[in-house]
Each structure stands twice: as structure tokens, then as C-alpha cells.
């Protein structure tokens, strides 16, 4: 839950937000579970947020909030709400390893402090021996010691081998639950939490290398929607996500962006090479006639439409964005099906006579 939502629920205006998130739930028809009420309180809370913004869509769309797409929008956009259990879970384990290889490390430890003093009587007493049986006691107390130190050390090393594997599966489940963090679970596609990221960082100031931003919207998905149902929207959102991913391959970053809408990073690609892949993923996307899964009925052609915008030198993530979207929305007054790229540059300002 951010700090926002928790100082809201911790002040003198706590008890009148729960009644205006009730009061928005029972609106929606949404039941008051737990997960349900922590979403609709960032809702209410912030409203200019992603997470709103992907609510008030599906509500737009008349897309039933059930349990199913409540995870979903958990997971994209409450990570950390989400998660704890799991990072908790992980935390235990490494915690009761590190105090088992503590524990060897100082049994270790007094073993090796306990063979120097044993060394050093034993220094001791050959200095002061007079006679050939205290040697031989000598040595065989030596030999004792040693076999002793030797065995400990046989130990701690097995328990720093066994901690060491422990430790690289912890490392790689910790790994697996920051890409479940970062992933849309319907499409496989990046989320939108790792787009914002993933885009701020290639976006630095101090970055010029090239850049472009395509955003994508599946055409009239509403429509299609209101016909055959959210389930088979869903394929349809998978399908298109399918189609993306082929085209996109490692080098392009490709994420859900929300609801039907899709982006894709191209780094170090001109306006040229970015247009010719769009225009694969509209064709390829246009070129197959669907079927329903559940009766096989035909589904007809889908389309997409897309705008992309190239960086300008110095630009921010949120204005390269801005423009993207505005060339997409090009894109559809133009009919659909096509794509739109931004103006290079800013236009020249008119001259005044």
C-alpha cells in the first residue's frame, strides 16, 4: 500500500474515505473483499494514477471486476501488496542459513583457538621434557588435536558448500518473483510498472543514443468485447501480445500498457527501421481470421492501430510518451489499422507580420 493511501487512512478523514470506497465498490458492483477494498482505495486516493486509470477503463468497457482480474491488477499494480509473503518466505530460510553458517564459523573458531593453546603447552612441555614417554604423550596429544581441527574444518566447509547452494536458490527465487513483479500475468508481456522503468532509464539525461516509442491499441476491442465476451477478449489479448513478442524478439521491449493498449522501446533504431516493424505487427496482426476457443466460431480479422515517437535530445520519458500517444491517436482519426509517426521536431513557430 503506498504512503499516500496509509496517511489517508491514518488521519481524521480515514472513516470518510472508507464510506466514499464502499459507496464506489457498491457503485461498481464490486464485492468488498480485502484485495478488492485495497484497490479501490488507491482508486479513490488517486485517481490520476495507473491504477485508476486501468480501473476506470474496464469499467468503460462494462468488464466484470471478479476475482481473477482483481490479481491481475494486483499483481501489475500493486507488486509490493502482492509479494511480501512470498520475499518474507525467502527471508526466513536465508535468515536460519546464515545463523547455521554462523554457528559453524564460531565452532570453527574455538576449535582453531583451543589447537593454539593445545600448540603451545605442547611447546611448552618438549621445552621442559626429560624423558622419552612425555614426548610420546606429547605427540599423541598433538596428533588428537589435529585430527580434531581437521574434522571440524571438513564440517564447516560441507556446511559453506551446503549454505552456498542454498543461497543461489534463494537468489534465483527471489529473481523469479522480481520477474512475476514485472510481468502481465495474461499476456507474458512486461507490465506496466516495468515499462515506466524500463522507459525512465533508457530515457536518462545524459543518454543521447537513439530511442523511439511505439504505443499500440487493438481497434474497436470494446466493441468486440461487448460481442463475445471477456474471455475470448482475453484471447484476443494474448493473441496480439503473441504477435509482438515474435516481431519484438530480445533487443525491443515489448508491455502490456494497459487494458487493450500495448508499447514497445526501440533503442538505437531510426524512424525507418521502427516503422517497418510496426507495420510487420499491424499486417501480421490483420492477416489471420480468429476463432473462438469455446464454439470455434469465427471471430473475424483483428487490427491495430500505433503511433511511435523518436527522442528528441534530452527528452523526457514522460514527454517522448506524451507525443507517442498523441501520434496514435493520429493513427485513429485516420480511420484505424495504421500507423503514425511524430513530428522529428517541434514545429516552426509562425512569424508574425
Same mark, same amino acid.
Given at each position: 500500500?503506498? !504512503?499516500?493511501?496509509?496517511?489517508?487512512?491514518?488521519?481524521?478523514?480515514?472513516?470518510?474515505?472508507?464510506?466514499?470506497? &464502499?459507496?464506489?465498490?457498491?457503485?461498481?458492483?464490486?464485492?468488498?473483499?480485502?484485495? $478488492?477494498?485495497?484497490?479501490? %482505495?488507491?482508486?479513490?486516493?488517486?485517481?490520476?494514477?495507473?491504477?485508476?486509470?486501468?480501473?476506470?477503463? %474496464?469499467?468503460?468497457?462494462?468488464?466484470?471486476?471478479?476475482?481473477?482480474?482483481?490479481?491481475?491488477?494486483?499483481?501489475?499494480?500493486?507488486?509490493?501488496?502482492?509479494?511480501?509473503?512470498? &520475499?518474507?518466505?525467502?527471508? #526466513?530460510?536465508?535468515?536460519?542459513?546464515?545463523?547455521?553458517?554462523?554457528?559453524?564459523?564460531?565452532?570453527?573458531? @574455538?576449535?582453531? /583457538?583451543?589447537?593454539?593453546?593445545?600448540?603451545?603447552? +605442547?611447546?611448552?612441555?618438549?621445552? $621442559?621434557?626429560?624423558?622419552?614417554?612425555?614426548?610420546?604423550?606429547?605427540?599423541?596429544?598433538?596428533?588428537?588435536?589435529?585430527?580434531?581441527?581437521?574434522?571440524?574444518?571438513?564440517?564447516?566447509? !560441507?556446511?559453506?558448500? !551446503?549454505?552456498? @547452494?542454498?543461497?543461489?536458490?534463494?537468489?534465483?527465487?527471489?529473481?523469479?518473483?522480481?520477474?512475476?513483479?514485472?510481468?502481465?500475468?495474461?499476456?507474458?508481456?512486461?507490465?506496466?510498472?516495468?515499462?515506466?522503468?524500463?522507459?525512465?532509464?533508457?530515457?536518462?539525461?545524459?543518454?543521447?543514443?537513439?530511442?523511439? %516509442?511505439?504505443?499500440?491499441?487493438?481497434?474497436?476491442? !470494446?466493441? =468486440?468485447?461487448?460481442?463475445?465476451?471477456?474471455?475470448?477478449?482475453?484471447?484476443?489479448?494474448?493473441?496480439?501480445?503473441?504477435?509482438?513478442?515474435?516481431?519484438?524478439?530480445?533487443?525491443?521491449?515489448?508491455?502490456?500498457?494497459?487494458?487493450?493498449?500495448? #508499447?514497445? &522501446? =526501440?533503442?538505437?533504431?531510426?524512424?525507418?527501421?521502427?516503422?517497418?516493424?510496426?507495420?510487420? &505487427?499491424?499486417?501480421?496482426?490483420?492477416?489471420?481470421?480468429?476463432?473462438?476457443?469455446?464454439?470455434?466460431?469465427?471471430?473475424?480479422?483483428?487490427?491495430?492501430? +500505433?503511433?511511435?515517437?523518436?527522442?528528441?535530445?534530452?527528452?523526457?520519458?514522460?514527454?517522448?510518451?506524451?507525443? *507517442?500517444? #498523441? *501520434?496514435?491517436?493520429?493513427? @485513429?482519426? @485516420?480511420?484505424?489499422?495504421?500507423?503514425?509517426?511524430?513530428?522529428?521536431?517541434?514545429? #516552426?513557430?509562425?512569424?508574425? /507580420?
Amino acid at each position: 500500500m503506498s !504512503k499516500q493511501v496509509e496517511t489517508a487512512l491514518r488521519g481524521p478523514q480515514a472513516y470518510a474515505l472508507a464510506r466514499n470506497v &464502499i459507496a464506489e465498490m457498491e457503485k461498481a458492483g464490486v464485492w468488498p473483499t480485502p484485495l $478488492n477494498f485495497e484497490l479501490w %482505495l488507491h482508486y479513490v486516493s488517486d485517481p490520476d494514477g495507473a491504477l485508476a486509470r486501468e480501473i476506470r477503463l %474496464l469499467l468503460e468497457q462494462s468488464v466484470a471486476i471478479s476475482d481473477k482480474t482483481a490479481e491481475m491488477l494486483a499483481a501489475e499494480f500493486l507488486p509490493r501488496g502482492r509479494l511480501p509473503d512470498q &520475499i518474507r518466505d525467502v527471508g #526466513a530460510v536465508l535468515d536460519r542459513e546464515l545463523a547455521s553458517v554462523a554457528n559453524a564459523i564460531a565452532m570453527a573458531h @574455538k576449535t582453531q /583457538a583451543d589447537y593454539g593453546e593445545t600448540l603451545a603447552d +605442547a611447546s611448552h612441555t618438549m621445552e $621442559n621434557a626429560e624423558d622419552a614417554s612425555a614426548l610420546k604423550s606429547l605427540v599423541g596429544g598433538l596428533s588428537t588435536a589435529t585430527k580434531r581441527v581437521r574434522r571440524e574444518t571438513a564440517i564447516l566447509e !560441507k556446511r559453506l558448500e !551446503k549454505s552456498n @547452494k542454498e543461497v543461489i536458490r534463494l537468489r534465483e527465487n527471489l529473481e523469479q518473483v522480481r520477474r512475476d513483479a514485472m510481468t502481465d500475468a495474461l499476456t507474458n508481456l512486461a507490465n506496466r510498472k516495468a515499462f515506466d522503468e524500463r522507459l525512465e532509464a533508457a530515457c536518462a539525461p545524459d543518454d543521447a543514443s537513439p530511442l523511439a %516509442l511505439a504505443i499500440l491499441d487493438i481497434d474497436h476491442f !470494446k466493441r =468486440f468485447n461487448d460481442t463475445w465476451g471477456h474471455q475470448t477478449g482475453d484471447q484476443v489479448l494474448r493473441y496480439v501480445s503473441t504477435v509482438l513478442s515474435n516481431i519484438c524478439g530480445k533487443h525491443r521491449f515489448a508491455a502490456r500498457f494497459g487494458g487493450e493498449e500495448f #508499447a514497445i &522501446i =526501440f533503442p538505437g533504431e531510426s524512424a525507418g527501421v521502427v516503422m517497418a516493424a510496426l507495420e510487420s &505487427i499491424r499486417s501480421d496482426v490483420a492477416s489471420r481470421a480468429l476463432r473462438r476457443r469455446s464454439t470455434n466460431d469465427d471471430l473475424g480479422s483483428v487490427t491495430v492501430s +500505433a503511433g511511435f515517437a523518436q527522442r528528441r535530445k534530452g527528452e523526457t520519458a514522460a514527454s517522448l510518451l506524451e507525443r *507517442a500517444d #498523441a *501520434a496514435l491517436y493520429d493513427s @485513429k482519426r @485516420k480511420g484505424r489499422n495504421c500507423i503514425t509517426a511524430a513530428p522529428a521536431a517541434d514545429p #516552426a513557430p509562425r512569424q508574425v /507580420a
